[in-house]
C-alpha cells in the first residue's frame, strides 16, 4: 500500500540484516525484564501459562504469514475459529464419534479456506473484501448452528490434551502442536521450491504469473491450509476450555495479523519468515505475561501491542531513511569534490 | 485520466444495451436495490414504511454514512482506516465529559472540540503513513489498538448518561426538519460537499489518481504524501464528529462506544461501489450502500428473521455485491490488466 | 488461687466464651493480610465497576489486600490468563463473575489445589470449580417476578418480547429459562413470548434492537429487559417514540440509571439487588473462607459484616437477598 519506492532496496536489506535478530534482542530484554521486575515469571508454572495462553492466535499466524507474504490477506481465521468450535459441539451432543468429529470440523474449516480461495483466485476479487465478508458470513454459520447453546462436558481424555502438558516439561499439550506445525512451515517456506515461489508471487505478481509459478493453485492452497488450521485452532480452544461457544475467538483475527505484522512480514508481499513470526508471538506473549503479573490493567497491553506493531515498521524505515540520507550526502560531497578536482584541472 | 464510469461506458457497453448501462452505473443499481427491497418489505409488513420506522431508518444510516464519507476518500487512494471507530469512541465520551464538567458548555463548542480531536488523531495516523511510510492497513490496525485502549484506560467503567447531556443537543438524534432528523442533514449536508469537491476540485480529483495509479500520481507532479496525510486528517475530524453525534443520538456513552464499526463502514463502502484497489467509486454510491446495508438489516428484522442469521446474511450480501462488481469489470473490460489486492 | 480471685477468672472466662458464642459461634477471628484478587466479567462495565468496588470496600473494612484485574471483553476464555496469574502470585482467594460456567472450571480447579479459595459472583461456574456461589438473587425468583411484573401491567395478555445481553450470557440464559417456565402456568395462557433479541449488552445495539422489535411485532405489549444496559437503551428509544405509554417496559436495572424514565412513565416498576452487596458479601465469603471459619458446606453460617449473618445453601450458594423492587414513589430513596 505505500507508495514509496525510493530506498527500498536500503530498506530491504536493513531488515533482511537485523530484523529478526532485532526480534530476539527484544525478546531477551523482554524475558531479562520479566525476570527482574517479578520473581514469579520465571517459574516452570508460569511459562505453561504463558505458552498455552496464545496458542490458538499462533496456530492461525502460520498460514497467515504465507498468506501475507504473496500479498493477500485473510480476515476470516478467527471466525473459522468459531465456525469449528460451534460445530464440534454440536457433533458432540448429537453423540458423533469424537475422532469423525474432530474431522468433519477440519474439513469444514478446509471448506471455509476453499471460499475464500475460490473468490479471491478464481474471481480475482480483493482478498480484504471478501474476507472482511467471510469473516461475518462465517461467524454468522456459527450462530447458526449453535445460537445462545453453550456445549460443555467433552471426553475428559480430549481436554486433559487442551490443559495439560507434554510430560516432565513445561511446554503445553497445544503448543507442541504450533511447534510441529511451524517446523513444517518453515521447511516449507525457506527449503522448498514452494517457499521460493510464494516469495516470487508476492514479490511481483506478474513476473510470478510469467515465470510459470502456478500462481492460482499456490494461493488456493494457502487459503485451504488457512481455513483447516483455523478450524484445528477452533478445536485446541474447544478442548482447552472445555467450551463450544458461537462466539468463541471473537476478534483473535487482529492479533494473529499483528503478530504476523511484527513477525516482520510486510504488507506488500514478498518479504518475512517464519522465525520472525514465531519470534513476535513469543515477545507479545511475553510481554502480556508480565504486564498481567505486574498487575497493569488490561486496557494497556492494547497500547502496548499497538505500538509495537506500529514500531515494528516505523523503526527499521527510520533507520534506512536515515542510512540513506547519509548516504547521498556522501555522495554529494563526493560529486563535489569529484566537480572541483575537474574545474581546477 | 481517470477511470470513472463514464470512460468505462464509450468502451463498453455492446450487447444488454440499457440494461447494461444501467447496472454500471452502481448509484442507480444501489437505488433499484433499496426500492426493491422497500416495496417487498412494505407489501409484507406495511408498518415499514410507516413515519417513525423511516425516521429510525434515517437516523440509523446517518453515522455510518458519515463515516462512509471519510473511509471512501481512504479508499479511493487504495489506502484504508481501520482507527475510526476507536476515534469515534473516544470523541464521543470526550463530548459527553465536556458536557458533564463543563454545564452550560455551548453545544457548538463541544462539536468544535471533538472534530478538533478527531482531527488530532488522524493527524496521527497521517503522519505515519505518510512521512512514516507504514502501510495504512499496519498503522490503523495499530492505532485501533492504541486508541481504544487510551479510551479504556481513560474511561474505565465509567459513562455519560443522556441526564447529564442537555436536551438541545440530544435534540439532534430525535428532532427533525420537513420530515427528515437533523442528524441526517447534517450527514446529507456534507454528502453535497464531499460529492462536490471530490469532482469538482484539482484536491479531489487527485484521490482518484493516487488510486488508480500511484507511480503514474508521482509523475503527474501530485505531492502524493501530502494528499494522503490530507485524507487522513479529513477521516479522523469526521469521524470527532461522529463521535459528537454518537452522543446525541444515544445519550449513553461508556469505553464501549462504536467498538466494531469499522467493519461496517468498510463494508458499506465497498458495497456502494468503491473498489477497494483504488480509483473507482463516488461518495454517493458509497453513502447508499450504507443506506442499503441499512435497509437490508431493517428488512431483516421487519421480516422477523432470527437474529442469529442476520450477521451471516450480512457476509453474504457483501460477497456478492464485491463479485457483482468483478463479474461487471471483467465483462466490460475483458483483457484488460488484471489489479491485484495489494492490502 | 484465692477463692475470689478464682471465681472472678472463671466467671470473665465464662462471660468471654459466652460473648464468643453470641457474636461468632467458634469463630476464629477473621485473618488480615490476605491477599484477594477480583475478577469481574470485564473491567469496563460500569455494573461490574459498582460490583467490584463493593468488594473493595469490604477488604478495606477487614484490612485484606484486595484488587481488581480483568478483561476488557467477555469471551469465555478472557479471564483465565487473570486466575493463572493469581495462582502464580499466590493470592489468598479468588472472587470472580464467570463469563463461562464450564470454561474456568479446570483453571479454578488448579487454584483450588493450590490452596487458593474460590467464591464466585454474579455468574456462577459449575460447583466444582469453587467453594462458594454469591448469588445476588434467587434465579427463579427473577424469572417468575419479573414475568409477574409484566403480567399485571399487561393484563395477563399479549405479545411480549425479551431482550437479553449476549447471546452466551449464562446469567440471562438462565433467568430466561425461569420466564419460560414460568409462562407455561395457566394464568399466562395469553401471554405469548414473540421474540428474544440479543442487545451484546451495548447500547447502542441494544437501543436498534428495541427498535426493530417495536417495528417488527406491530401488537407488542411488553418488554422484559433481564440487563443494566438494555432495559437502559430500551427506555431511551420508547422514551422518544410514539411506543411510549403504550409498550410496557421492566427488567433488571439501576435506579440512577432509569430514574429519569420511572419519573417519565416510560417504565412502571423494575427490579435489582445492590451491586455494591453482592461484591461485598463476596470478600466477607472470601475472608471467611481463607480464615478456616466455613469449607462452604450447606447449613454454615458466616457473619458478613453490614450485612448481618448468612448461611450457605446447597451447593455452596449464599444468596444475597430478596432484590429491591423500584418504583415511582421509592426510586429517589437509592442513588447506585
Same mark, same amino acid.
Given at each position: 500500500? @505505500?507508495? %514509496?519506492?525510493?530506498?527500498?532496496?536500503?530498506?530491504?536489506?536493513?531488515?533482511?540484516?537485523?530484523?529478526?535478530?532485532?526480534?530476539?534482542?527484544?525478546?531477551?530484554?523482554?524475558?531479562?525484564?520479566?525476570?527482574?521486575?517479578?520473581?514469579?515469571?520465571?517459574?516452570?508454572?508460569?511459562?505453561?501459562?504463558?505458552?498455552?495462553?496464545?496458542? +490458538?492466535?499462533?496456530?492461525?499466524?502460520?498460514?497467515?504469514? /504465507?498468506?501475507?507474504?504473496?500479498?493477500?490477506?485473510?480476515? #476470516?481465521?478467527? @471466525?473459522?475459529?468459531?465456525? @469449528? #468450535?460451534?460445530?464440534?459441539?454440536?457433533?458432540?451432543?448429537?453423540?458423533?464419534?469424537?475422532?469423525?468429529?474432530?474431522?468433519?470440523?477440519?474439513? /469444514?474449516?478446509?471448506?471455509? $479456506?476453499?471460499? %475464500?480461495?475460490?473468490?479471491?483466485?478464481?474471481?480475482?476479487?480483493? #482478498?480484504?473484501?471478501?474476507?472482511?465478508?467471510?469473516?461475518?458470513?462465517?461467524?454468522?454459520?456459527?450462530?447458526?448452528?449453535?445460537?445462545?447453546?453453550?456445549?460443555?462436558?467433552?471426553?475428559?481424555?480430549?481436554?486433559?490434551?487442551?490443559?495439560?502438558?507434554?510430560?516432565?516439561?513445561?511446554?503445553?499439550?497445544?503448543?507442541?502442536?504450533?511447534?510441529? /506445525?511451524?517446523?513444517?512451515?518453515?521447511?516449507?517456506?525457506?527449503?522448498?521450491?514452494?517457499?521460493?515461489?510464494?516469495?516470487?508471487?508476492?514479490? %511481483?505478481?506478474?513476473?510470478?504469473?510469467?515465470?510459470?509459478?502456478?500462481?492460482?493453485?499456490?494461493?488456493?492452497?494457502?487459503?485451504?491450509?488457512? $481455513?483447516?488450521?483455523?478450524?484445528?485452532?477452533?478445536?485446541?480452544?474447544?478442548?482447552?476450555?472445555?467450551?463450544?461457544?458461537?462466539?468463541?475467538?471473537?476478534?483473535?483475527?487482529?492479533?494473529?495479523?499483528?503478530?504476523?505484522?511484527?513477525?516482520?512480514?510486510?504488507?506488500?508481499?514478498?518479504?518475512?519468515?517464519?522465525?520472525?513470526?514465531?519470534?513476535?508471538?513469543?515477545?507479545?506473549?511475553?510481554?502480556?505475561?508480565?504486564?498481567?503479573?505486574?498487575?497493569?490493567?488490561?486496557?494497556?497491553?492494547?497500547?502496548?501491542?499497538?505500538?509495537?506493531?506500529?514500531? #515494528?515498521?516505523?523503526?527499521?524505515?527510520?533507520?534506512?531513511?536515515?542510512? +540513506?540520507?547519509?548516504?547521498?550526502?556522501?555522495?554529494?560531497?563526493?560529486?563535489?569534490?569529484?566537480?572541483?578536482?575537474?574545474?581546477?584541472? | 485520466?481517470?477511470?470513472?464510469?463514464?470512460?468505462?461506458?464509450?468502451?463498453?457497453?455492446?450487447?444488454?444495451?440499457?440494461?447494461?448501462?444501467?447496472?454500471?452505473?452502481?448509484?442507480?443499481?444501489?437505488?433499484?436495490?433499496?426500492?426493491?427491497?422497500?416495496?417487498?418489505?412494505?407489501?409484507?409488513?406495511?408498518?415499514?414504511?410507516?413515519?417513525?420506522?423511516?425516521?429510525?431508518?434515517?437516523?440509523?444510516?446517518?453515522? =455510518?454514512?458519515?463515516?462512509?464519507?471519510?473511509?471512501?476518500?481512504?479508499?479511493?487512494?487504495?489506502?484504508?482506516?481501520?482507527? =475510526?471507530?476507536?476515534?469515534?469512541?473516544?470523541?464521543?465520551?470526550?463530548?459527553?465529559?465536556?458536557?458533564?464538567?463543563?454545564?452550560?458548555?455551548?453545544?457548538?463548542?463541544?462539536?468544535?472540540?471533538?472534530?478538533?480531536?478527531?482531527?488530532?488523531?488522524?493527524? =496521527?495516523?497521517?503522519?505515519?503513513?505518510?512521512?512514516?511510510?507504514?502501510?495504512?492497513?499496519?498503522?490503523?490496525?495499530?492505532?485501533?489498538? =492504541?486508541?481504544?485502549?487510551?479510551?479504556?484506560?481513560?474511561?474505565?467503567?465509567?459513562?455519560?448518561?443522556?441526564?447529564?447531556?442537555?436536551?438541545?443537543?440530544?435534540?439532534?438524534?430525535?428532532?427533525?426538519?420537513?420530515?427528515?432528523?437533523?442528524?441526517?442533514?447534517?450527514?446529507?449536508?456534507?454528502?453535497?460537499?464531499?460529492?462536490?469537491?471530490?469532482?469538482?476540485?484539482?484536491?479531489?480529483?487527485?484521490?482518484?489518481?493516487?488510486?488508480?495509479?500511484?507511480?503514474?500520481?508521482?509523475?503527474?507532479g501530485i505531492n502524493v504524501s501530502r494528499r494522503i496525510a490530507t485524507g487522513f486528517a479529513i477521516s479522523g475530524a469526521i469521524a470527532g464528529l461522529a463521535g459528537a453525534l454518537w452522543l446525541a443520538r444515544f445519550g449513553t456513552v461508556d469505553a464501549t462506544a462504536g467498538e466494531g464499526i469499522e467493519l461496517t463502514v468498510i463494508t458499506s463502502t465497498v458495497v456502494g461501489g468503491v473498489a477497494i484497489t483504488g480509483g473507482v467509486g463516488t461518495v454517493v454510491g458509497a453513502v447508499l450502500g450504507a443506506l442499503l446495508l441499512s435497509v437490508f438489516s431493517s428488512t431483516l428484522v421487519f421480516l422477523r428473521v432470527p437474529s442469529f442469521w442476520q450477521q451471516a446474511f450480512q457476509g453474504a450480501m457483501l460477497l456478492l455485491a464485491i463479485a457483482l462488481d468483478a463479474y461487471l469489470a471483467h465483462r466490460h473490460a475483458m483483457r484488460s490488466r488484471v489489479k491485484w489486492s495489494h492490502v | 488461687m484465692n477463692p475470689r480471685a478464682f471465681a472472678q477468672t472463671f466467671v470473665a472466662v465464662?462471660?468471654?466464651?459466652?460473648?464468643?458464642?453470641?457474636?461468632?459461634?467458634?469463630?476464629?477471628?477473621?485473618?488480615?493480610?490476605?491477599?484477594?484478587?477480583?475478577?469481574?466479567?470485564?473491567?469496563?462495565?460500569?455494573?461490574?465497576?459498582?460490583?467490584?468496588?463493593?468488594?473493595?470496600?469490604?477488604?478495606?473494612?477487614?484490612?485484606?489486600?484486595?484488587?481488581?484485574?480483568?478483561?476488557?471483553?467477555?469471551?469465555?476464555?478472557?479471564?483465565?490468563?487473570?486466575?493463572?496469574?493469581?495462582?502464580?502470585?499466590?493470592?489468598?482467594?479468588?472472587?470472580?463473575?464467570?463469563?463461562?460456567?464450564?470454561?474456568?472450571?479446570?483453571?479454578?480447579?488448579?487454584?483450588?489445589?493450590?490452596?487458593?479459595?474460590?467464591?464466585?459472583?454474579?455468574?456462577?461456574?459449575?460447583?466444582?470449580?469453587?467453594?462458594?456461589?454469591?448469588?445476588?438473587?434467587?434465579?427463579?425468583?427473577?424469572?417468575?417476578?419479573?414475568?409477574?411484573?409484566?403480567?399485571?401491567?399487561?393484563?395477563?395478555?399479549?405479545?411480549?418480547?425479551?431482550?437479553?445481553?449476549?447471546?452466551?450470557?449464562?446469567?440471562?440464559?438462565?433467568?430466561?429459562?425461569?420466564?419460560?417456565?414460568?409462562?407455561?402456568?395457566?394464568?399466562?395462557?395469553?401471554?405469548?413470548?414473540?421474540?428474544?433479541?440479543?442487545?451484546?449488552?451495548?447500547?447502542?445495539?441494544?437501543?436498534?434492537?428495541?427498535?426493530?422489535?417495536?417495528?417488527?411485532?406491530?401488537?407488542?405489549?411488553?418488554?422484559?429487559?433481564?440487563?443494566?444496559?438494555?432495559?437502559?437503551?430500551?427506555?431511551?428509544?420508547?422514551?422518544?417514540?410514539?411506543?411510549?405509554?403504550?409498550?410496557?417496559?421492566?427488567?433488571?436495572?439501576?435506579?440512577?440509571?432509569?430514574?429519569?424514565?420511572?419519573?417519565?412513565?416510560?417504565?412502571?416498576?423494575?427490579?435489582?439487588?445492590?451491586?455494591?452487596?453482592?461484591?461485598?458479601?463476596?470478600?466477607?465469603?472470601?475472608?471467611?473462607?481463607?480464615?478456616?471459619?466455613?469449607?462452604?458446606?450447606?447449613?454454615?453460617?458466616?457473619?458478613?459484616?453490614?450485612?448481618?449473618?448468612?448461611?450457605?445453601?446447597?451447593?455452596?450458594?449464599?444468596?444475597?437477598?430478596?432484590?429491591?423492587?423500584?418504583?415511582?414513589?421509592?426510586?429517589?430513596?437509592?442513588?447506585?
Amino acid at each position: 500500500m @505505500s507508495q %514509496n519506492q525510493t530506498g527500498t532496496s536500503t530498506r530491504r536489506l536493513a531488515r533482511r540484516v537485523s530484523w529478526e535478530t532485532m526480534l530476539a534482542g527484544l525478546l531477551a530484554i523482554a524475558i531479562l525484564g520479566g525476570a527482574l521486575v517479578n520473581r514469579d515469571f520465571l517459574t516452570v508454572e508460569n511459562w505453561s501459562n504463558l505458552l498455552a495462553n496464545f496458542v +490458538e492466535i499462533a496456530l492461525m499466524a502460520l498460514p497467515l504469514s /504465507l498468506i501475507v507474504i504473496t500479498g493477500e490477506i485473510d480476515l #476470516s481465521v478467527a @471466525s473459522i475459529l468459531g465456525l @469449528s #468450535s460451534s460445530l464440534l459441539g454440536l457433533l458432540w451432543e448429537a453423540k458423533v464419534a469424537m475422532p469423525l468429529a474432530i474431522l468433519l470440523c477440519l474439513l /469444514l474449516g478446509a471448506a471455509a $479456506g476453499a471460499l %475464500n480461495g475460490f473468490l479471491i483466485v478464481r474471481f480475482r476479487l480483493p #482478498s480484504l473484501a471478501v474476507t472482511i465478508g467471510t469473516l461475518a458470513l462465517l461467524r454468522g454459520f456459527a450462530y447458526i448452528l449453535l445460537g445462545d447453546k453453550a456445549v460443555a462436558d467433552f471426553p475428559p481424555e480430549y481436554t486433559a490434551f487442551g490443559i495439560g502438558v507434554i510430560p516432565f516439561t513445561f511446554i503445553p499439550m497445544p503448543f507442541a502442536l504450533f511447534i510441529i /506445525l511451524a517446523v513444517v512451515f518453515w521447511i516449507l517456506l525457506h527449503h522448498t521450491t514452494v517457499g521460493r515461489r510464494l516469495y516470487a508471487i508476492g514479490g %511481483n505478481q506478474t513476473a510470478a504469473l510469467f515465470s510459470g509459478v502456478d500462481l492460482k493453485r499456490l494461493k488456493m492452497l494457502l487459503f485451504i491450509a488457512s $481455513g483447516a488450521i483455523s478450524a484445528l485452532a477452533g478445536i485446541v480452544y474447544t478442548f482447552r476450555f472445555s467450551s463450544s461457544r458461537a462466539d468463541n475467538g471473537t476478534g483473535f483475527e487482529l492479533s494473529a495479523i499483528a503478530a504476523v505484522f511484527l513477525g516482520g512480514v510486510t504488507v506488500q508481499g514478498g518479504k518475512g519468515t517464519v522465525t520472525g513470526v514465531v519470534l513476535s508471538l513469543l515477545l507479545i506473549g511475553i510481554i502480556n505475561n508480565v504486564l498481567t503479573l505486574a498487575d497493569v490493567a488490561n486496557e494497556i497491553l492494547r497500547i502496548v501491542t499497538g505500538s509495537l506493531l506500529i514500531a #515494528s515498521i516505523l523503526l527499521p524505515n527510520l533507520i534506512a531513511s536515515t542510512r +540513506e540520507r547519509w548516504r547521498v550526502r556522501q555522495r554529494l560531497r563526493e560529486i563535489a569534490k569529484f566537480g572541483a578536482a575537474s574545474t581546477a584541472k | 485520466m481517470f477511470p470513472t464510469h463514464k470512460n468505462e461506458f464509450k468502451s463498453g457497453s455492446t450487447g444488454l444495451g440499457w440494461l447494461n448501462v444501467f447496472l454500471r452505473s452502481r448509484e442507480a443499481s444501489l437505488v433499484l436495490l433499496i426500492a426493491v427491497l422497500t416495496t417487498v418489505t412494505t407489501a409484507l409488513n406495511p408498518r415499514f414504511l410507516s413515519p417513525q420506522s423511516l425516521k429510525d431508518l434515517m437516523l440509523n444510516v446517518s453515522i =455510518i454514512a458519515l463515516l462512509v464519507l471519510g473511509q471512501t476518500v481512504i479508499i479511493l487512494m487504495r489506502q484504508i482506516d481501520l482507527s =475510526i471507530s476507536s476515534i469515534v469512541g473516544i470523541t464521543a465520551f470526550l463530548s459527553g465529559t465536556l458536557f458533564l464538567n463543563h454545564p452550560g458548555i455551548p453545544s457548538l463548542v463541544v462539536v468544535a472540540i471533538a472534530i478538533l480531536a478527531g482531527l488530532l488523531l488522524g493527524a =496521527i495516523n497521517a503522519a505515519l503513513i505518510a512521512w512514516g511510510k507504514i502501510p495504512a492497513l499496519i498503522t490503523t490496525l495499530g492505532t485501533l489498538y =492504541i486508541f481504544r485502549g487510551a479510551n479504556y484506560a481513560w474511561v474505565h467503567g465509567r459513562q455519560v448518561n443522556a441526564a447529564n447531556v442537555p436536551g438541545s443537543f440530544l435534540a439532534i438524534g430525535t428532532a427533525t426538519f420537513l420530515g427528515i432528523p437533523i442528524l441526517t442533514w447534517i450527514v446529507l449536508i456534507l454528502l453535497v460537499i464531499f460529492a462536490i469537491g471530490l469532482r469538482q476540485y484539482r484536491a479531489g480529483r487527485e484521490y482518484y489518481a493516487i488510486g488508480s495509479n500511484p507511480t503514474a500520481a508521482v509523475l503527474a507532479g501530485i505531492n502524493v504524501s501530502r494528499r494522503i496525510a490530507t485524507g487522513f486528517a479529513i477521516s479522523g475530524a469526521i469521524a470527532g464528529l461522529a463521535g459528537a453525534l454518537w452522543l446525541a443520538r444515544f445519550g449513553t456513552v461508556d469505553a464501549t462506544a462504536g467498538e466494531g464499526i469499522e467493519l461496517t463502514v468498510i463494508t458499506s463502502t465497498v458495497v456502494g461501489g468503491v473498489a477497494i484497489t483504488g480509483g473507482v467509486g463516488t461518495v454517493v454510491g458509497a453513502v447508499l450502500g450504507a443506506l442499503l446495508l441499512s435497509v437490508f438489516s431493517s428488512t431483516l428484522v421487519f421480516l422477523r428473521v432470527p437474529s442469529f442469521w442476520q450477521q451471516a446474511f450480512q457476509g453474504a450480501m457483501l460477497l456478492l455485491a464485491i463479485a457483482l462488481d468483478a463479474y461487471l469489470a471483467h465483462r466490460h473490460a475483458m483483457r484488460s490488466r488484471v489489479k491485484w489486492s495489494h492490502v | 488461687m484465692n477463692p475470689r480471685a478464682f471465681a472472678q477468672t472463671f466467671v470473665a472466662v465464662l462471660s468471654l466464651t459466652g460473648l464468643g458464642t453470641i457474636g461468632y459461634g467458634q469463630d476464629k477471628p477473621i485473618k488480615k493480610d490476605l491477599k484477594i484478587t477480583c475478577v469481574p466479567k470485564n473491567i469496563n462495565n460500569p455494573y461490574m465497576v459498582t460490583q467490584s468496588n463493593g468488594a473493595m470496600d469490604a477488604c478495606k473494612e477487614l484490612g485484606e489486600q484486595g484488587k481488581v484485574v480483568g478483561p476488557s471483553e467477555t469471551g469465555a476464555s478472557a479471564q483465565v490468563p487473570y486466575i493463572n496469574t493469581a495462582i502464580t502470585q499466590r493470592q489468598n482467594a479468588i472472587l470472580i463473575a464467570a463469563n463461562d460456567p464450564n470454561a474456568l472450571v479446570p483453571y479454578l480447579k488448579k487454584a483450588m489445589e493450590q490452596k487458593i479459595k474460590v467464591v464466585t459472583l454474579d455468574s456462577d461456574t459449575a460447583p466444582e470449580g469453587r467453594s462458594i456461589f454469591i448469588n445476588q438473587a434467587s434465579a427463579e425468583g427473577i424469572g417468575q417476578s419479573l414475568v409477574q411484573t409484566l403480567a399485571k401491567a399487561i393484563g395477563n395478555s399479549g405479545d411480549f418480547a425479551i431482550l437479553s445481553a449476549t447471546p452466551n450470557a449464562t446469567n440471562q440464559n438462565t433467568w430466561i429459562k425461569y420466564m419460560q417456565e414460568e409462562l407455561k402456568k395457566p394464568e399466562y395462557k395469553d401471554m405469548k413470548l414473540v421474540k428474544i433479541a440479543y442487545g451484546n449488552d451495548e447500547d447502542q445495539k441494544s437501543f436498534t434492537e428495541t427498535q426493530g422489535l417495536l417495528q417488527a411485532y406491530p401488537n407488542l405489549k411488553g418488554i422484559i429487559s433481564p440487563t443494566s444496559v438494555g432495559i437502559a437503551a430500551a427506555a431511551r428509544y420508547i422514551s422518544t417514540s410514539p411506543y411510549k405509554g403504550k409498550v410496557v417496559l421492566t427488567g433488571l436495572g439501576t435506579p440512577n440509571q432509569l430514574r429519569e424514565f420511572v419519573k417519565d412513565g416510560t417504565i412502571k416498576e423494575f427490579e435489582l439487588w445492590k451491586p455494591a452487596d453482592v461484591g461485598y458479601l463476596a470478600a466477607y465469603a472470601a475472608a471467611q473462607l481463607c480464615s478456616g471459619n466455613i469449607q462452604g458446606k450447606e447449613g454454615e453460617t458466616f457473619s458478613a459484616g453490614k450485612l448481618g449473618n448468612r448461611t450457605v445453601g446447597k451447593d455452596g450458594v449464599v444468596l444475597l437477598g430478596p432484590p429491591t423492587v423500584f418504583n415511582a414513589d421509592n426510586i429517589d430513596q437509592f442513588n447506585f
